[in-house]
């Protein structure tokens, strides 16, 4: 005791130091806070649901009228929004209606107050053949509206349309009810049953429905299709009997409710079977179409061009996939007798896809005598042409890069346009223009030069089709093309960003490294702080996303604002990188981990941003934090457990820890069939989970997972908390009562803003701040 000093004991000079330097640091301290707030007010803004609003002119979801070449589609403006319609006959592009007389209309039939760029409906139906009358729900009424003489009748509520299928010629709505179909007419009410031997967990038309479609009580659009004559339809059947259920609780009720769906994992002998019938709504006869092999997958929706059933209503085109996805096929079924023959198929070793992320892509004629079929049997995406037979005709593309999706066939002319990635080179790989082709792959044509990403949508008729595009840099553009040669009829919209720009925005860059075999390119998009000063240290946080199914970056279009520019604006560099093993390349590109999920492409992204701090040294290789959800969840749980000298903090949402607890239909066609080792006790699943390595812990750790996920079950994360407690680890777990799997919330946004600012920042965040959505 003798040896210290009391405070009253030290010379007054001291004491006044002292005071002086705890005042400095309590301003020092005030001021951090008070930017802080700054900081997360300006990264708020750049969250989506508030940048989308900042952004005009930026969709054009054309929505095609009679005839098959005008369309109407609905603009937003700096005020609100627009209903624009599109000649391309005229070139001509102009108000659907008068907005401010329709907005007095509906005011004077429903008695209240409608703002002229502000309707409040986002679609609508034109009633009869005029195009002169429309009928859209508002208020909670269903107004029918003439937009030539303006004037708008109220009706009752408008009733939900969702679980009821339209014939083509109107004549009858198809339904399901207790598990079995009927069909009604729409003006006299009168009903027909179907089927009667519908039943639980072997419904027609309708699978078992998930917990948060339960607690939703929303209807439920059944999948069936009607033959375009109006006189069959098919109709989706799953069997689910007997499939073993997952389970859940939500436990914010003051009794607790039970939950359970029919979920399949990987090695269950008994999965999911699904089937489809054809009904003769005539003969009520039904045909149950037995498919062989068995298909685990099935398609009777079509590929993106080409409608289920053939133009004559004999006969229909179903696409499956057997277990593990290890085959694809593409089948004629006769609509009379429930005959089939397979007109195009293929087989991997590991995996088969139908598409390169674009909607199913495959085309067949309509004497069913050219079938367009989407393959990656040479290496690489590709066009194929086989005969009716089932032969290859032709390979109509070839090359070391990969194409998209079939867009168009004009028959008359035998063209296929196409998307297609990496084949002009020096351009980003993932921005994919379009494309097109003879049948005997001759006379190959880029129709669509501007770099960027071009999402094409084509007339009925086939004569136009209308492109928008963009790069990450730049804002969208949209532009009517005619057919065939791709020249600009005329300009549709340019997007506006000068708004986003007032709030702090600035555009994301695209840059592209080696990958971890110092030899492959790949790419990525870096976000960085408003105030980057290369002379400074930064953070640098990854937002993963491991696929196999898709990439980090997502669909590579323009980002106005997002989770990550929101990040950057704490002071953050904020980078996502897609790597070997995501799609859009060489099928060897994505094969690349097949087998061995853990991989998750972190050595990748561990190459990519030692060598973005070469090139950024402001970049601090010692505070390195990652972060994301669902599989990305897994994969930066993965990355702090068996990387933790390089990555110091992980915020993981919602991640599938263990595959062998995943759904069959992403786990098996990722990993394989599961192969069990009773010799050791062990299979090919278990090594791929994160709680074998929870022993590895040392960095930051924050959980977070919804109690209620129907998606990846929250027993993922459970089984990891409780091998990281009998690892004796100091982690950080956020519960949500009833949420289910997204999450994508503002409570969670902030609380994962708080983890990267306190641990890899180093800076206390500000206490209580409340990231609101904006009001409707």
């Given at each position: 005791?003798?040896?210290?000093?009391?405070?009253?004991?030290?010379?007054?000079?001291?004491?006044?130091?002292?005071?002086?330097?705890?005042?400095?640091?309590?301003?020092?301290?005030?001021?951090?806070?008070?930017?802080?707030?700054?900081?997360?007010?300006?990264?708020?803004?750049?969250?989506?649901?508030?940048?989308?609003?900042?952004?005009?002119?930026?969709?054009?979801?054309?929505?095609?009228?009679?005839?098959?070449?005008?369309?109407?589609?609905?603009?937003?403006?700096?005020?609100?929004?627009?209903?624009?319609?599109?000649?391309?006959?005229?070139?001509?592009?102009?108000?659907?209606?008068?907005?401010?007389?329709?907005?007095?209309?509906?005011?004077?039939?429903?008695?209240?107050?409608?703002?002229?760029?502000?309707?409040?409906?986002?679609?609508?139906?034109?009633?009869?053949?005029?195009?002169?009358?429309?009928?859209?729900?508002?208020?909670?009424?269903?107004?029918?509206?003439?937009?030539?003489?303006?004037?708008?009748?109220?009706?009752?509520?408008?009733?939900?349309?969702?679980?009821?299928?339209?014939?083509?010629?109107?004549?009858?709505?198809?339904?399901?009810?207790?598990?079995?179909?009927?069909?009604?007419?729409?003006?006299?009410?009168?009903?027909?049953?179907?089927?009667?031997?519908?039943?639980?967990?072997?419904?027609?038309?309708?699978?078992?429905?998930?917990?948060?479609?339960?607690?939703?009580?929303?209807?439920?659009?059944?999948?069936?299709?009607?033959?375009?004559?109006?006189?069959?339809?098919?109709?989706?059947?799953?069997?689910?009997?007997?499939?073993?259920?997952?389970?859940?609780?939500?436990?914010?009720?003051?009794?607790?409710?039970?939950?359970?769906?029919?979920?399949?994992?990987?090695?269950?002998?008994?999965?999911?079977?699904?089937?489809?019938?054809?009904?003769?709504?005539?003969?009520?006869?039904?045909?149950?179409?037995?498919?062989?092999?068995?298909?685990?997958?099935?398609?009777?929706?079509?590929?993106?061009?080409?409608?289920?059933?053939?133009?004559?209503?004999?006969?229909?085109?179903?696409?499956?996939?057997?277990?593990?996805?290890?085959?694809?096929?593409?089948?004629?079924?006769?609509?009379?007798?429930?005959?089939?023959?397979?007109?195009?198929?293929?087989?991997?070793?590991?995996?088969?896809?139908?598409?390169?992320?674009?909607?199913?892509?495959?085309?067949?004629?309509?004497?069913?005598?050219?079938?367009?079929?989407?393959?990656?049997?040479?290496?690489?995406?590709?066009?194929?042409?086989?005969?009716?037979?089932?032969?290859?005709?032709?390979?109509?593309?070839?090359?070391?890069?990969?194409?998209?999706?079939?867009?168009?066939?004009?028959?008359?002319?035998?063209?296929?346009?196409?998307?297609?990635?990496?084949?002009?080179?020096?351009?980003?790989?993932?921005?994919?223009?379009?494309?097109?082709?003879?049948?005997?792959?001759?006379?190959?044509?880029?129709?669509?030069?501007?770099?960027?990403?071009?999402?094409?949508?084509?007339?009925?008729?086939?004569?136009?089709?209308?492109?928008?595009?963009?790069?990450?840099?730049?804002?969208?553009?949209?532009?009517?093309?005619?057919?065939?040669?791709?020249?600009?009829?005329?300009?549709?919209?340019?997007?506006?960003?000068?708004?986003?720009?007032?709030?702090?925005?600035?555009?994301?860059?695209?840059?592209?490294?080696?990958?971890?075999?110092?030899?492959?390119?790949?790419?990525?998009?870096?976000?960085?702080?408003?105030?980057?000063?290369?002379?400074?240290?930064?953070?640098?946080?990854?937002?993963?996303?491991?696929?196999?199914?898709?990439?980090?970056?997502?669909?590579?279009t323009f980002k106005a604002g997002g989770r990550d520019a929101a990040i950057a604006q704490l002071g953050f560099v904020v980078v996502q990188i897609d790597h070997l093993g995501t799609p859009q390349r060489s099928k060897a590109?994505?094969?690349?981990?097949?087998?061995?999920?853990?991989?998750?492409?972190?050595?990748?992204?561990?190459?990519?941003?030692?060598?973005?701090?070469?090139?950024?040294?402001?970049?601090?290789?010692?505070?390195?934090?990652?972060?994301?959800?669902?599989?990305?969840?897994?994969?930066?749980?993965?990355?702090?457990?068996?990387?933790?000298?390089?990555?110091?903090?992980?915020?993981?949402?919602?991640?599938?820890?263990?595959?062998?607890?995943?759904?069959?239909?992403?786990?098996?066609?990722?990993?394989?069939?599961?192969?069990?080792?009773?010799?050791?006790?062990?299979?090919?699943?278990?090594?791929?989970?994160?709680?074998?390595?929870?022993?590895?812990?040392?960095?930051?750790?924050?959980?977070?997972?919804?109690?209620?996920?129907?998606?990846?079950?929250?027993?993922?994360?459970?089984?990891?908390?409780?091998?990281?407690?009998?690892?004796?680890?100091?982690?950080?777990?956020?519960?949500?009562?009833?949420?289910?799997?997204?999450?994508?919330?503002?409570?969670?946004?902030?609380?994962?803003?708080?983890?990267?600012?306190?641990?890899?920042?180093?800076?206390?965040?500000?206490?209580?701040?409340?990231?609101?959505?904006?009001?409707?």
């Amino acid at each position: 005791m003798a040896n210290v000093r009391s405070e009253a004991m030290k010379p007054l000079g001291c004491i006044r130091l002292t005071l002086a330097t705890a005042f400095l640091l309590l301003g020092m301290a005030d001021l951090v806070s008070a930017q802080m707030v700054d900081r997360y007010s300006r990264a708020e803004q750049l969250l989506p649901w508030h940048a989308s609003l900042l952004v005009s002119g930026d969709e054009v979801e054309p929505h095609w009228m009679e005839g098959g070449n005008r369309f109407w589609y609905r603009n937003k403006t700096a005020t609100g929004h627009e209903f624009i319609l599109v000649d391309p006959e005229l070139s001509r592009r102009a108000p659907l209606f008068e907005h401010y007389r329709l907005a007095a209309a509906m005011s004077l039939a429903g008695d209240t107050s409608y703002v002229p760029h502000k309707l409040p409906f986002d679609s609508f139906e034109f009633v009869g053949d005029t195009e002169t009358v429309i009928e859209f729900a508002a208020s909670r009424k269903r107004f029918e509206c003439d937009i030539q003489a303006y004037r708008c009748t109220v009706g009752d509520t408008v009733p939900s349309k969702v679980p009821f299928v339209e014939s083509p010629d109107g004549r009858w709505e198809a339904f399901v009810i207790a598990h079995d179909l009927y069909i009604r007419s729409p003006e006299t009410g009168d009903t027909i049953r179907l089927t009667h031997d519908g039943e639980e967990f072997y419904a027609y038309g309708l699978r078992y429905p998930r917990p948060n479609e339960v607690r939703s009580k929303a209807p439920r659009r059944p999948s069936v299709t009607w033959s375009p004559d109006s006189k069959r339809l098919v109709v989706e059947r799953r069997d689910e009997r007997s499939v073993e259920h997952m389970h859940y609780i939500s436990y914010t009720p003051q009794r607790p409710v039970h939950y359970s769906q029919p979920y399949a994992l990987p090695g269950d002998s008994i999965v999911p079977l699904p089937g489809f019938h054809i009904v003769d709504i005539e003969s009520k006869v039904n045909l149950d179409v037995d498919l062989e092999p068995r298909p685990s997958q099935l398609s009777i929706n079509g590929s993106a061009i080409d409608s289920t059933w053939g133009k004559d209503s004999q006969k229909l085109y179903v696409t499956w996939q057997t277990r593990a996805s290890k085959t694809a096929y593409l089948a004629e079924v006769d609509a009379l007798t429930g005959d089939y023959r397979i007109l195009a198929k293929d087989t991997s070793k590991t995996f088969v896809e139908l598409s390169q992320r674009d909607p199913v892509s495959w085309y067949v004629t309509d004497a069913a005598d050219d079938v367009f079929w989407w393959s990656e049997r040479d290496g690489w995406a590709h066009i194929w042409r086989f005969g009716a037979q089932g032969n290859v005709r032709n390979q109509v593309t070839s090359g070391p890069w990969a194409v998209g999706a079939i867009r168009h066939v004009d028959e008359v002319r035998q063209h296929v346009y196409f998307t297609a990635y990496g084949r002009e080179p020096g351009r980003v790989p993932y921005y994919g223009p379009l494309y097109r082709v003879d049948y005997d792959g001759s006379n190959l044509r880029l129709l669509t030069p501007e770099e960027g990403k071009h999402q094409i949508e084509f007339s009925p008729s086939g004569r136009f089709f209308v492109d928008t595009y963009s790069t990450i840099e730049v804002p969208p553009v949209t532009v009517l093309r005619a057919a065939p040669d791709g020249r600009i009829v005329r300009m549709i919209e340019e997007a506006d960003v000068s708004r986003l720009v007032q709030v702090g925005w600035q555009p994301s860059q695209v840059f592209s490294v080696k990958a971890r075999d110092g030899i492959t390119e790949i790419y990525g998009v870096v976000d960085f702080p408003p105030d980057f000063d290369p002379q400074q240290k930064y953070p640098i946080v990854d937002h993963i996303y491991p696929g196999p199914q898709v990439g980090s970056v997502g669909d590579w279009t323009f980002k106005a604002g997002g989770r990550d520019a929101a990040i950057a604006q704490l002071g953050f560099v904020v980078v996502q990188i897609d790597h070997l093993g995501t799609p859009q390349r060489s099928k060897a590109f994505h094969d690349h981990y097949y087998g061995n999920f853990i991989d998750n492409g972190i050595e990748d992204h561990i190459a990519a941003i030692k060598q973005l701090a070469a090139r950024y040294p402001a970049i601090d290789m010692d505070r390195v934090g990652i972060f994301g959800g669902s599989g990305g969840g897994f994969a930066s749980t993965d990355a702090i457990l068996r990387f933790p000298d390089f990555f110091k903090v992980a915020v993981s949402r919602s991640g599938n820890h263990d595959n062998a607890s995943y759904n069959i239909y992403w786990a098996e066609k990722y990993q394989g069939l599961m192969e069990r080792d009773t010799l050791r006790g062990t299979d090919n699943f278990a090594k791929m989970a994160n709680k074998y390595y929870a022993e590895n812990l040392t960095g930051k750790l924050l959980l977070i997972h919804g109690d209620l996920d129907d998606n990846v079950h929250p027993a993922m994360t459970v089984q990891l908390v409780d091998a990281l407690i009998k690892a004796n680890k100091n982690f950080d777990l956020i519960w949500g009562p009833d949420y289910p799997h997204g999450m994508l919330t503002p409570y969670f946004v902030r609380r994962r803003w708080d983890y990267f600012v306190e641990h890899l920042l180093g800076v206390t965040p500000p206490a209580g701040y409340e990231i609101l959505r904006p009001q409707n």
